[in-house]
């Protein structure tokens, strides 16, 4: 049964992704692969999808060590 008080995890396809982060897909997978940026879900067979939180949890990061970075 579905709880509508619980907020809902949104789905980001790969192309959404680079879009948000301004990287490239080929640089997405090559920082996955090496465990710096957020893993995709296998949402069916040639699927693939990322959490939308992990995703901007993972850009609130980057822009909080430029920002210490700078001080």
Known sequence: MFDSTKSQKRALRLRQVAERTGLSKTHIYRLVQRGQFPSPARLSER???????????????????????NA
């Open 47 to 69: 699927v693939v999808a990322w959490d939308e939180a992990a995703v901007s949890a993972w850009l609130a990061e980057r822009f909080a060590d430029a920002g210490s970075s």
